[in-house]
């Protein structure tokens, strides 16, 4: 066998292990869990407690949450760390009296669980399903990354219960993602758990708002482009200049807050849908 060859040969061997090692370690790369689960003391200090029960947990609510709001936010965060250091949403939206579930993930803050796309869809909706039946009040679905991924999916689901969708920095679909960051691999073929929202979402006729990050380089803007021009039915765009994917604002005071909620709840205030 000549050198050239033999290089070429090396080099095909290397190039199948490495597509092999990215198959078959593909959740380790797309989940970051804590997996510790939050004390009550931690959740105290913060204004947080456990929801629908301590026991068999699903996701977190503020102690001071409004006993009658004027809808139930229900946040999916993104692939890192836990719900609990997503108290932000709470801030921003508590004041305007929404009532905010922060979910958690199987597998995520102490939970038991898989992690897949079917896993967590399947324990959204479930989500969903308890609190439509603790709550009266219009369910507003909110995404961060790959939150986004998971709302839209329960969305298409569950879209005679919502009043409306807020995604923060999302994706067109996870496949496409990977395969901008991973361009020398087959990686929209490789990836298992898909996160498709571009189908997930089409047809779904309550307001979409869409927050952009102009400078994302976790989740380029131009993903988040894609699946704001897929969607056929209302929809409004935010984009947040010289933001990257981890410092978009989510300050409490952030006037888009107040623009975007009252935008993804003017669906229920005309049509009266719940």
Known sequence: MSVILRCTAYIAAGYTLLVLAVFLLQRSLIYH??????????????????????????????????????????????????AWHRDYYVKALEPMGYRVILMEYPGYGGRDGKLTEADLIADGLKGISTARTEFDDPIFLIGESMGCGVAAAVASESS???????????????????????????????????????????GFDRPVAVGVAEKDNVIPSRHALNLYSALTGPKKLWSFKNAGHNDWPNHPTASWWKEAMAYIASGHMVSGKQ
């Open 33 to 82: 869990p804590d997996k510790e689960r939050p004390t009550k003391a931690q959740l105290s200090a913060i204004g947080l407690q456990y929801w629908p029960q301590a026991e068999g947990y699903q996701g977190l609510v503020s102690a001071t949450a409004p006993q009658s709001a004027i809808g139930t936010a229900i946040v999916f965060h993104g692939n890192a760390g836990s």
């Open 160 to 202: 005679s219960s919502l009043a409306g969708l807020l995604l923060i920095t999302p994706w067109d679909s996870l496949a496409a993602v990977a395969q901008s960051h991973f361009w020398y691999l087959p990686a929209a073929w490789l990836v298992r758990d898909r996160f498709d929202s571009v189908t997930y979402l089409q």
